[in-house]
């Protein structure tokens, strides 16, 4: 350990459970990563539904109001969940913050009888696809076209799997 390392906090995050006071964290951190982006009121929207349900990364070791890491949402129901969206802070990615997301995640679809959990992925991100095939996703199918990105092309979608 260098003496560098003694005056450098590194950043650890607690799970929480998302609430409406999250919301306006969660959307500017939507807003960094993908596009278009979700408005607070639309993650709103959803978190009011009775099946859905999403959690937060929160910095513990912030000298300020603690930072926003990550999040997860997610729809449960009829045995089946579904990863409505996740994001990572550029910052903090390849860190853990979405391995325990998820695992958050997994453990709350069994709470609501969900068997096995689909997304779907940008074929694009790399870092994305590796996550989620470790953590035992499998593709069970394709949408073409299915992303708008900054260019005349859209980019495809795997639909994945995962059995809980």
């Known amino acids: 350990m260098s003496l560098i390392d003694y005056f450098i906090r590194r950043?650890?995050?607690?799970?929480f459970q998302m609430r409406d006071d999250h919301l306006d964290d969660v959307a500017a951190l939507h807003r960094q990563r993908f596009s278009p982006p979700w408005s607070a009121g639309e993650f709103h929207s959803l978190l009011a539904q009775e099946s859905v349900f999403g959690f937060v990364?929160?910095?513990n070791n912030a000298y300020?109001?603690?930072?926003?890491g990550g999040f997860v949402l997610v729809r449960a129901g009829g045995g089946e969940g579904e990863i409505l969206t996740i994001g990572v802070d550029q910052r903090?990615?390849?860190?853990?913050?979405?391995?325990?997301l998820m695992q958050a995640a997994f453990s709350e679809s069994r709470k609501y009888g969900a068997e096995s959990l689909f997304l779907e992925v940008d074929q694009a991100n790399a870092a994305?696809?590796?996550l989620y095939r470790r953590l035992g996703f499998r593709k069970v199918g394709e949408r073409k076209a299915y992303y708008k990105g900054a260019g005349p092309e859209a980019g495809g979608?795997?639909?994945?799997?995962l059995d809980l």
Request: avoid cysteine.
């Open 11 to 15: 950043p650890e995050f607690d799970i």
């Open 57 to 59: 990364a929160r910095q």
């Open 64 to 68: 300020a109001w603690p930072a926003m």
């Open 92 to 100: 903090y990615g390849r860190g853990g913050l979405g391995w325990r």
């Open 128 to 130: 994305a696809l590796g």
């Open 157 to 161: 979608a795997d639909i994945m799997r």
